[in-house]
């Protein structure tokens, strides 16, 4: 479920690249917070993905 997450993050992330401006902001947070879960992640052994 993590994963999914992750991956729904990101494409918000790039959908927010391509649509309007004002949405950016959010979107970036958005990106900060699905790097922050994979480093956990990472740190903590498991798979990034």
Same mark, same amino acid.
């Given at each position: 479920?993590?994963?999914t997450l992750v %991956?729904?993050?990101v494409l918000f992330w790039l959908l927010g690249?391509?649509?309007a401006y004002t949405m950016?902001?959010?979107i970036h947070i958005l990106?900060?917070?699905a %790097? %922050?879960?994979v480093l956990v992640r990472v740190i903590r052994g498991?798979?990034?993905l």
């Open positions: 479920m993590l994963e %991956v729904l993050l690249m391509v649509s950016g902001g959010f990106l900060v917070v %790097v %922050v879960v498991r798979s990034p």
